[in-house]
């Protein structure tokens, strides 16, 4: 391989964070962004060892489409003693019709001897068998060399061995991974130029954050000869993380002047950090380098009269090369340029009408300073914009009241229900109806769509398929506003809807609201 190459691992080794639990949907909605920034592949997971990663593979084949990745699997060499064309997670892989396999392999003599139990030459065999397999399956294959920098100091020959025979099998790339994050910048360097030196392999990196350095360590791998750098979207991944793809994406074209994002739009990061980490669930760091909410943050003073005259004297570059803004502090990260930004994405050009768009900005910011966020709620961003555009936002119902009652019954296991009467206002009638459910979203949501079916059968094609909660405030305990995110679908696609509230019956009934209103906008249905 001749080109340089930016490969994500974020659906694979980002979701071994602690608390982090991805599902299918999730994993299909980064995988999209993902795409978007332009990485060249995506690591989908291990199919045939999780089966959630054998389910994405299925899907992803129908429905993902990307544009400019590729999708990688991942998995591990045949089992000791087993030929590759037997070993069913071999197999695993290659039914999961990703054209890239990813393969882990030992290349510390010790993990060799104590985790495989087996020789160090049957632990090569396995490399050479199972690479050679898969090619002649029609797949192009990576080797990660697990443990490689502490395995190279431990029996340098044998781990450069391991990247030698992967690569003679007909690996691409063979990643040197520092997979206990121990290593420091010199060390990767002089390691990554010895094992340039010592095979044909065309190089990776992979690393881990344990000393802080993940993304300085790949920054010295890539100057010391790598072609190939893995890391997660958010620095995501088991106990430190990964290093972070967007910091390290960021330097490697903003500062070392290298073009590593295939098709995609640096100036795109910061939304896709952000809304990544609404998926998550993981509150974004507000410290991240290029896309965190500080990160072109200042405080009012001495900086703002030389920032009046010339922002660069402050900042090590333009923010908006990374889809950014620059703050005074005065306010949350919303500004014109994001907001004109995403609505261009959204297809609504606001450039054009800029007393639109200044009223946009100051809505949102006021909005984001009482809990919303819009970085993934697309579809909650452009109800505002075509209220502040049109005049109003599309409307088809109007709310005269609704309430929900639960009610425990200690003699029913499990006996807590929910109840929920609604009354709305339609162009045809006034409209009550009550639901139950096993809990006062879940029942707000069957009352809803009681009342609305009979005037708006469109609804029945409406699935809610994600619901997320975070609270804003923890402090303040039982008492603190909450932000909810409802994820709908329909047969061709899925939009996100945001609302915030002093307590998560409030919150949800805004989201659930703007869900039902954006579908049947979006189907065209006429307005009252």
Same mark, same amino acid.
């Given at each position: 391989m001749?080109e340089?190459h930016?490969y994500?691992?974020?659906?694979?080794?980002?979701?071994?964070?602690?608390?982090?639990s991805?599902?299918?949907?999730?994993?299909l909605?980064i995988?999209?962004?993902?795409?978007?920034?332009?990485v060249?592949?995506?690591?989908?997971?291990w199919?045939?060892a999780?089966p959630?990663?054998?389910?994405?593979?299925?899907?992803?084949?129908e429905?993902? @489409?990307?544009? *400019?990745?590729?999708l990688? !699997?991942?998995?591990?060499? /045949?089992? =000791?003693g087993v $030929?590759? &064309?037997?070993?069913q997670?071999v197999r695993?892989l290659v039914d999961?019709?990703?054209?890239?396999?990813?393969l882990?392999?030992?290349?510390d003599?010790r993990?060799?001897?104590k985790a495989?139990?087996?020789?160090p030459?049957?632990?090569?065999d396995?490399?050479?068998d199972?690479?050679?397999h898969?090619?002649?399956?029609?797949?192009?294959?990576f080797?990660?060399a697990?443990?490689?920098?502490d @395995?190279y100091r *431990?029996?340098?020959?044998? !781990?450069v061995?391991?990247? /030698?025979? =992967?690569?003679? $099998?007909? &690996?691409?790339?063979?990643?040197?991974?520092d997979t206990?994050?121990?290593m420091?910048?010199?060390q990767?360097?002089?390691?990554?130029?010895?094992v340039?030196?010592?095979?044909?392999?065309?190089?990776?990196?992979h690393?881990?954050?344990?000393?802080?350095?993940?993304?300085?360590?790949?920054l010295?791998?890539?100057?010391?000869g790598?072609m190939?750098?893995q890391?997660?979207?958010?620095?995501y @991944?088991e106990?430190?993380g990964?290093?972070?793809?967007?910091?390290?994406v960021?330097?490697l074209?903003?500062?070392?002047?290298?073009?590593v994002?295939?098709?995609?739009k640096?100036t795109?990061?910061?939304?896709?950090?952000h809304?990544?980490?609404?998926?998550?669930?993981v509150?974004?760091?507000s410290?991240q380098?290029?896309?965190?909410?500080?990160a072109f943050?200042?405080?009012?003073?001495l900086?703002?009269?030389?920032?009046r005259v010339?922002?660069?004297?402050?900042?090590h570059?333009?923010?908006?090369?990374v @889809?950014?803004?620059?703050?005074?502090?005065?306010?949350?990260?919303?500004?014109?340029?994001?907001?004109?930004l995403?609505g261009r994405?959204?297809?609504?050009?606001?450039?054009?009408?800029k007393a639109?768009l200044?009223?946009?900005?100051?809505?949102?910011k006021?909005?984001?300073?009482t809990?919303?966020t819009f970085?993934?709620?697309d579809?909650s961003f452009?109800?505002l914009?075509r209220e502040?555009v049109?005049?109003?936002?599309?409307s088809y119902?109007t709310?005269?009241?609704?309430r929900v009652i639960?009610?425990?019954?200690?003699?029913?296991p499990?006996g807590?229900?929910?109840e929920?009467?609604?009354?709305?206002l339609?162009?045809?009638?006034r409209?009550?109806?009550t639901?139950?459910?096993?809990g006062?979203?879940n029942?707000?949501?069957?009352?809803?769509?009681l009342?609305?079916?009979?005037?708006y059968p469109e609804?029945?094609?409406f699935t809610?398929?994600?619901?997320?909660?975070?609270i804003l405030?923890a402090s303040?305990?039982?008492?603190?506003v909450?932000?909810?995110?409802i994820?709908?679908?329909?047969?061709?696609t899925?939009?996100q809807?945001?609302?915030v509230?002093?307590?998560?019956?409030?919150?949800s009934w805004?989201a659930?609201?703007?869900?039902?209103?954006?579908g049947?906008?979006?189907e065209?249905?006429?307005?009252?």
């Amino acid at each position: 391989m001749s080109e340089f190459h930016v490969y994500d691992t974020t659906l694979r080794d980002g979701a071994q964070q602690e608390g982090l639990s991805l599902t299918v949907q999730d994993k299909l909605a980064i995988a999209r962004h993902l795409d978007d920034l332009g990485v060249s592949y995506i690591e989908g997971g291990w199919p045939g060892a999780i089966p959630k990663d054998t389910e994405f593979f299925r899907r992803a084949a129908e429905e993902l @489409g990307l544009r *400019h990745a590729v999708l990688a !699997a991942f998995g591990s060499t /045949r089992r =000791a003693g087993v $030929a590759a &064309a037997d070993d069913q997670q071999v197999r695993a892989l290659v039914d999961s019709g990703a054209p890239v396999v990813t393969l882990v392999a030992k290349s510390d003599v010790r993990h060799v001897l104590k985790a495989l139990r087996t020789t160090p030459e049957e632990n090569l065999d396995m490399i050479r068998d199972t690479v050679a397999h898969l090619r002649a399956e029609g797949r192009r294959v990576f080797l990660d060399a697990e443990h490689f920098f502490d @395995g190279y100091r *431990h029996d340098p020959d044998y !781990a450069v061995e391991v990247v /030698r025979t =992967a690569a003679e $099998a007909g &690996a691409e790339i063979v990643a040197l991974c520092d997979t206990n994050g121990g290593m420091l910048p010199p060390q990767i360097a002089d390691v990554v130029a010895v094992v340039r030196d010592r095979s044909s392999a065309a190089l990776g990196i992979h690393c881990h954050n344990d000393t802080g350095c993940a993304v300085a360590n790949s920054l010295a791998a890539v100057d010391a000869g790598a072609m190939h750098v893995q890391g997660t979207l958010n620095g995501y @991944g088991e106990r430190t993380g990964n290093a972070n793809l967007i910091t390290l994406v960021a330097n490697l074209e903003l500062k070392l002047g290298r073009t590593v994002l295939t098709g995609g739009k640096l100036t795109d990061a910061t939304r896709i950090a952000h809304a990544v980490s609404e998926i998550t669930n993981v509150p974004p760091y507000s410290r991240q380098p290029y896309v965190g909410a500080s990160a072109f943050a200042h405080k009012a003073g001495l900086h703002a009269s030389a920032i009046r005259v010339d922002p660069d004297l402050y900042q090590h570059t333009d923010p908006m090369t990374v @889809g950014n803004d620059m703050r005074m502090l005065v306010s949350d990260m919303a500004g014109r340029a994001s907001v004109e930004l995403k609505g261009r994405e959204l297809g609504l050009d606001l450039a054009g009408d800029k007393a639109a768009l200044t009223r946009i900005t100051e809505r949102v910011k006021e909005l984001e300073a009482t809990g919303y966020t819009f970085e993934a709620a697309d579809a909650s961003f452009e109800l505002l914009v075509r209220e502040e555009v049109d005049g109003a936002r599309p409307s088809y119902f109007t709310v005269e009241s609704w309430r929900v009652i639960t009610e425990s019954n200690p003699v029913q296991p499990g006996g807590a229900l929910s109840e929920a009467t609604v009354k709305l206002l339609t162009s045809q009638a006034r409209q009550v109806a009550t639901g139950e459910g096993n809990g006062p979203v879940n029942a707000l949501d069957h009352a809803l769509r009681l009342a609305l079916l009979p005037v708006y059968p469109e609804l029945e094609r409406f699935t809610l398929v994600d619901y997320k909660v975070r609270i804003l405030d923890a402090s303040q305990g039982t008492d603190a506003v909450t932000r909810v995110l409802i994820e709908t679908a329909d047969a061709e696609t899925t939009w996100q809807t945001v609302g915030v509230g002093a307590n998560i019956v409030e919150a949800s009934w805004q989201a659930l609201c703007d869900g039902l209103v954006y579908g049947l906008f979006r189907e065209g249905v006429p307005t009252r």
